[in-house]
């Protein structure tokens, strides 16, 4: 057993004390480490070696990383000042958020593969093979449902839901790009697509009436992206599921003349916040393309579900 002054002196470092709440729940390497903490390598193994030679953490070797994992048994007086210092250390909250964000990129190895097959697609031709058959593919395994398209555009992605779901309700400010888009849907004899003039931080939607929210890179223009969020929460019926492309953060400041962003882009982070203060939950996010030409913009995806209403007998 580790000695107790030992012990008390290492993790007398807030720090420190951040790296082994971590390390309790799951084996982490040095990299993903300093992507949770964000500090340096140097730091980082500085206070891993300082843990290693108190007794409070081992690793073990695998492939060209160690992995460090929280060494002390449960009943320890270490467990007893953890669970204290996950409650009084700010960052405690915002570290395991991080953490499981970067638990979910190690279990996704294969995107990298799925990665450079998506960059072939379209370039290499193959008889019937288009991003557009995939998606009507998959359209047909979604269950009809009432749909929000959120900052819709001329709706051509609000067309494309329509062909499945029960009724389409897309929103944008632009009272032009909704003249167009019902005249588009008329056109085409579409009866469930109902295309209203209004904002995202003040949608013309009732409350508890929508089954899954689309933010289809439209969350950027919003002056208030967090209130855009909020609104959506508000017209989803509890369980119901929320879907955000969206570009990563990026420093392509032409992109506010060029395209009317409000927003360069956001975090992995920063959506999370977003999703988690607006009542959802099951939130997951990733980066799912990455453009070739410069900047390379990069498209994050982030999904979540709103909580459902806790009932109780009286």
Avoid: C
């Avoid at 209004?198 to 009732?206: A, C, K, N, S, T």
């Amino acid at each position: 057993m580790p000695s107790i002054l030992k012990t008390l002196r290492v993790v007398a470092d807030p720090n420190r004390l951040r790296i082994l709440l971590l390390l309790r729940g799951e084996e982490l390497s040095v990299a993903e480490l300093q992507e949770i903490l964000v500090m340096g390598q140097s730091t980082i193994s500085t206070h891993l070696a300082q843990l290693k030679q108190a007794g409070l953490v081992e690793d073990r070797r695998t492939g060209k990383s160690n992995l460090y994992k929280f060494s002390p048994a449960d009943g320890t007086p270490l467990v007893e000042i953890l669970a204290q210092a996950r409650a009084e250390i700010p960052q405690a909250q915002a570290d395991r958020s991080a953490m499981r964000r970067v638990l979910r990129k190690r279990q996704d190895k294969m995107r990298s593969f799925f990665d450079s097959v998506a960059g072939r697609l379209g370039k290499d031709y193959v008889p019937g093979k288009s991003w557009k058959s995939m998606a009507e593919a998959l359209l047909r395994l979604m269950p009809p449902m009432i749909i929000a398209d959120l900052g819709a555009g001329e709706g051509a992605f609000a067309l494309l839901l329509a062909q499945r779901a029960k009724k389409v309700i897309a929103v944008d400010s632009s009272a032009k790009m909704v003249e167009v888009a019902r005249e588009q849907a008329l056109r085409y004899g579409v009866g469930n697509l109902d295309y209203r003039l209004g904002d995202m931080e003040e949608l013309p939607i009732d409350s508890s009436s929508v089954d899954l929210v689309f933010f289809s890179q439209s969350l950027h223009h919003a002056l208030h992206p967090g209130r855009a969020v909020s609104e959506a929460s508000r017209i989803l019926v509890p369980g119901g599921r929320i879907v955000i492309l969206d570009l990563v953060k990026h420093r392509f400041e032409e992109a506010r003349e060029l395209y009317a962003d409000e927003w360069l882009g956001f975090s992995e982070t920063e959506l999370e916040a977003m999703l988690e203060q607006a009542g959802f939950q099951e939130i997951q996010t990733s980066i799912v393309h990455k453009e070739q030409e410069t900047p390379q913009f990069q498209t994050l995806l982030a999904v979540a579900s709103k909580r459902e209403l806790k009932t109780g007998l009286r």
